[in-house]
């Protein structure tokens, strides 16, 4: 079974504070995607990455910086954790570009 | 920013009946139309997908029509079940997608 694994389910933390995201495949796609989830506004791209190392901007990178040193590993960094950050954050794999993008289970992010 | 346009919100249907959830797109460059179920708790799951040379796609009871001259597309659900019950993204794109808002879908048994 293909697998894209998310390290928690939920997670709180203080405003200031840098929050890391960690997304691990194991489908060896090429290219993997960060998406935010809110009630009303459906699913945003924030980055998305086609090679290792290698890392686009999608619609909503303010705020956020990823890395990619491994091809199985896509992190997401909030770099000063804002309460507007709030959130849900789902990963994504795929190894055509758009087609089939299998996605984890999410994290909630909770910014107090 | 591109956009996808998705409606309703929500909606209720009988056991049995049909459910049609409608989306619509701007950018004529866009090439590929999927169609994503998510469960509570869990991430979405790729439903179906249409590519623009054709104007119907049907899996099961499952299906996308296409209307490329309206930039449309719509999911049918024949026969809803009350385990089709979940929330419903459309999306487009080429390189990358983007999603509609949502629509939740409640099936009443």
């Known amino acids: 079974d293909v697998k894209v694994t998310q390290s928690s389910r939920y997670l709180v933390k203080r405003t200031g504070e840098k929050v890391f995201l960690e997304c691990v495949q194991d489908?060896?796609?090429?290219?993997m995607f960060w998406y935010r989830q809110d009630p009303g506004l459906g699913l945003r791209l924030i980055y998305f990455?086609?090679?290792?190392?290698?890392?686009e901007k999608g619609d909503i990178p303010e705020g956020y910086s990823v890395s990619r040193e491994k091809k199985e590993r896509f992190s997401l960094i909030l770099e000063s954790a804002s309460t507007n950050q709030t959130s849900m954050y789902l990963c994504?794999?795929?190894?055509?570009?758009?087609?089939?993008?299998?996605f984890g289970s999410g994290t909630q992010l909770s910014v107090l | 920013q591109q956009q996808v346009k998705q409606s309703p919100q929500s909606l209720i249907v009988q056991k049995g009946g049909i459910s049609i959830i409608n989306c619509a797109y701007e950018?004529?460059?866009?090439?590929?139309f999927p169609w994503y179920q998510q469960f509570p708790g869990k991430g979405p799951a790729l439903l179906i997908a249409?590519?623009?040379?054709?104007s119907e796609k049907k899996e099961g009871r499952f299906t996308i029509s296409f209307n490329k001259s309206a930039k449309q597309f719509s999911l049918h659900i024949m026969d809803s079940q009350p385990g089709d019950s979940a929330t419903y993204f459309c999306?487009?794109?080429?390189?990358?997608?983007?999603f509609g808002k949502g629509t939740m879908l409640l099936v009443s048994p």
């Open positions: 950018n004529t460059a866009f090439d590929y």
């Open positions: 999306a487009a794109g080429y390189s990358t997608l983007t």
């Open positions: 249409i590519r623009p040379d054709v």
């Open positions: 994504a794999s795929s190894e055509q570009f758009v087609e089939k993008l299998f």
């Open positions: 489908m060896d796609h090429e290219n």
């Open positions: 990455s086609y090679d290792v190392k290698m890392k």
